[in-house]
């Protein structure tokens, strides 16, 4: 079975930073896409950034650019999303999520079949 296990959410001041991690279990595909989506109340899912493994190919969603940045430690199966400069509009709950590839929609979240339960991050002014 793939599980996947966000951590690192929390409550924070506008400007302030956060890491959140994910850790991957039972995929087996040697490289994948590993992304973060976000879900703010009364709002759609929607795509923050993604990595594919295999070539470290990287997307951002244009609202997080420069602010946000995604790694992956193989090792570790482990996915990382490093947030800088946090505004009250990130205010969601954060999910991760594998598939195979990134192309094809990275941002889709119909594209994933895999999801982990989602870590809350909270931003105040």
């Known amino acids: 079975q793939v599980h996947l296990v966000e951590s690192g959410g929390g409550s924070v001041e506008t400007g302030g930073s956060l890491r959140l991690s994910c850790v991957v279990s039972g995929y087996i595909a040697s490289s994948k896409c590993m992304a973060w989506f976000r879900q703010a109340p009364g709002k759609e899912r929607e795509g923050v950034a993604a990595?594919?493994?295999?070539?470290?190919?990287?997307a951002y969603a244009d609202s997080v650019k420069g602010r946000f940045t995604i790694s992956t430690d193989n090792a570790k199966n482990t996915v990382y999303l490093q947030m800088n400069s946090l505004k009250p509009e990130d205010t969601a709950m954060y999910f991760c999520a594998v598939r195979d590839v990134c192309v094809g929609g990275w941002a889709r979240p119909a594209a994933y079949l895999y999801w982990g339960q989602g870590t809350q991050v909270t931003v105040s002014s």
């Open positions: 990595d594919y493994t295999g070539d470290g190919w990287i």
